[in-house]
């Protein structure tokens, strides 16, 4: 399953990437802004995006807008990874199919409950 990672942090792109990788069944490719994040999302077909709320440029949320806007990934669950927590969750994330808003710094282990979950709960 392709996950696309969006995070402008190196360091916080590795850690999800080993973290995900190693349980087996994920594949994750990384983009460090929006746009970056577009140009994947064109030409792969990630079945879950993770994305920093923070980041250059384009912040998430109008980077969510963007991949929204592609062909096949209006319905692809997404999660946030941010500072400002789950208390950042409101009705415009809910509205662009935001399934979960987990607080940084997070431990591995709540990163791939949280993404078995929200996979586990997607429509089919």
């Given at each position: 399953?392709?996950?696309?990672h969006?995070?402008?942090?190196?360091?916080?792109q590795?850690?999800?990437?080993?973290?995900?990788?190693r349980?087996?069944?994920y594949?994750?490719?990384?983009?460090g802004n929006?746009?970056q994040a577009?140009d994947?999302?064109?030409?792969?077909?990630p079945?879950?995006?993770?994305?920093?709320l923070d980041?250059p440029?384009m912040?998430g949320?109008?980077?969510?807008?963007?991949?929204?806007?592609?062909?096949?990934?209006?319905?692809?669950?997404?999660?946030?990874?941010?500072?400002?927590?789950?208390?950042?969750?409101?009705?415009?994330?809910r509205?662009?199919?935001?399934?979960e808003?987990?607080?940084?710094?997070?431990?591995?282990?709540?990163l791939?409950?949280?993404i078995?979950?929200?996979?586990?709960?997607?429509?089919?």
């Amino acid at each position: 399953m392709l996950i696309l990672h969006v995070e402008d942090d190196v360091s916080q792109q590795s850690l999800v990437r080993i973290t995900l990788e190693r349980a087996g069944v994920y594949q994750v490719c990384s983009a460090g802004n929006g746009d970056q994040a577009l140009d994947l999302a064109r030409a792969q077909s990630p079945q879950l995006l993770l994305l920093d709320l923070d980041l250059p440029g384009m912040d998430g949320v109008a980077a969510l807008r963007g991949l929204r806007g592609l062909e096949g990934l209006h319905d692809v669950p997404a999660v946030f990874l941010t500072a400002a927590g789950p208390e950042r969750m409101d009705e415009e994330l809910r509205a662009l199919g935001v399934r979960e808003v987990l607080g940084k710094p997070f431990s591995p282990r709540v990163l791939l409950q949280t993404i078995e979950r929200v996979l586990a709960d997607r429509p089919r």
